[in-house]
């Protein structure tokens, strides 16, 4: 799940760098895309899966559904920040990137990888 949330960062800086700087380089922005899109679809199943096995004795579903109202909510917020931050130039693709950042250290800082599922 960290190599996913890694190459998601990496792959969506690369992209937002391409794009702001070079969007000329279409051929480089279409495989750029390409990997942000790998990465992401990957990321949220593993997620999920990784989310329902840290809290095991709880519902798996209501988990799945909670997770899935967080990340809505999260979206949304998102969404909204970056359509008032349309003005700005390349204040929106930092701050997700410095999200995307923040998820990464917080990852790798306190998620242990053991599993409290009966395998």
């Known amino acids: 799940c960290f190599v996913l949330l890694l190459g998601t ?32 679809s990957g990321l949220v199943a593993a997620g999920l899966e990784y989310g329902t096995a840290m809290t095991y ?31 700005v130039g390349k204040g929106f693709p930092l701050m997700l990137i410095g999200f995307l950042g923040a998820a990464v250290l917080v990852s790798y800082a306190f998620v242990r990888g053991e599993s409290k599922r009966p395998t």
Request: charged share 10%; proline share 3%; glycine share 10%.
């Open 9 to 40: 960062t990496i792959s969506y800086s690369l992209f937002a760098v391409l794009v702001e700087w070079n969007p000329d380089a279409k051929a480089a922005v279409f495989v750029v895309t390409c990997s942000v899109g790998i990465f992401l």
């Open 57 to 87: 004795p709880a519902n798996e579903a209501a988990v799945g559904g909670v997770m899935e109202s967080a990340a809505e909510v999260f979206g949304f917020i998102l969404v909204t920040a970056g359509g008032l931050m349309k003005h």
